[in-house]
């Protein structure tokens, strides 16, 4: 992250409290600060989640509050300043650590950013004689755009998971078990250094479900899957059949397909993202029970933007207001998808990431959807 997001902002620095929002300023998470939360250190502990604390000046000083028992991965993020709190350190918590920090760093009179959204009550008491502006939705809004980094690691999440799908796909019998389905995409994705975040598909009498045996024969099958990778997200989706598609099946997904590419043709920096959102309804609407929808991809499963209605409504934080209707700007990921669960029984699901680019939208990776894909026999 680099500091002029901070210049016309009337703060000198921001302090990051949620596990994202730490790693994206500071470049370090690990698996305890994803996991931990207040309670689970001591008993009159709330819900907030434990990563530490990265702070972010105007001049581009990065300074990080972290467990001494990260000390490893702490030192390789490489701030300018680093704090540990824990046993045999000054600093027992992570609060008096910030507390520690924002002095070392020369923040304890200036007026500070403060992602107030999911900090522990704690972090008010520590504090207490700064000045602070609530920055919750400003890092939720920088989150939205990506830098070069991030997209090339998305790329990697999504291609691997392609390739664990197709993996999957090859080994889908009839009889299949569910569970032994699941271990073949969680070792494939292991091969390519990425994690396992779902695979669900379309579920007798409706939704979606990861264990029981869908209901043979299979003419058109909703399936959603994901991945991580280095702490971004892909998500993705198609439709699976057996038989083949019956003319009801084939109907519902040149819909879903149509839907995906007016919307994909609308995404277009400087538009609103409802632009997209209302010509996928357009084409959703002709099949009763089709879902159209978008959302932004990255750290979290859902980011903004989120795609919806028209909307003149604006949100704000002490740092600035940000419009519902976002408007789209080179870099953001966005995820397109249309599926539907039917009366016969049957469901279907296209699912694609697409990046906003200079001009228009471009594929964040090959995900081949325009036709079903055809199990095994």
Known sequence: MTPEHLCDRDVEAVVATTPESV????????WLGE?????????????AFLPGYAVLTRDGRVGLAAGAVTRTAAEAAAPDSLVLYGRACPSAGADDALSRLLAEMGLTDRTIGVEWDGAGRGLARCLESVATR???????????VKTEAALDTM??????????????????????????????????????DCDFDHLVYGAPGGGVCDAVRPPEPV????????????????????????????????ERH???LAALAVAERALRPGQRASSAWLAMQDEARRIPGLVAQGHGLGLGIREWPLLGPPSDAVLSDGLGTYPVDAVLAP??????????????????????????GADAAVPLAAQPRDVPIRLPA
């Open 23 to 30: 790693f994206l300023l500071s470049g370090h998470l690990t």
């Open 35 to 47: 996991r931990m939360r207040g309670w689970m250190s001591g008993t009159e502990g709330d819900a």
């Open 134 to 144: 609530d920055a919750s939705l400003w890092l939720r809004n920088l989150r939205a």
């Open 155 to 192: 790329r990697a999440a999504a291609t691997a998971t392609e390739a664990a799908m197709a993996a999957v796909f090859a080994a889908w019998t009839a009889d299949a078990d569910p569970r032994a389905l699941r271990t073949v995409f969680r070792v494939a994705l292991a091969e390519r």
């Open 219 to 250: 003419t058109a099958l909703f399936f959603d899957a994901g991945a991580r990778c280095g702490r971004y997200y892909s998500d993705t989706g198609t439709t699976l059949t057996r038989t083949g598609l019956t003319a009801a099946d084939r």
């Open 254 to 256: 040149a819909a879903a």
């Open 331 to 356: 870099g953001m990921v966005v995820n397109l998808e249309a599926g539907g669960h039917f009366a016969d029984g049957t469901s279907v699901q296209i699912e694609k990431s697409f990046v906003i």
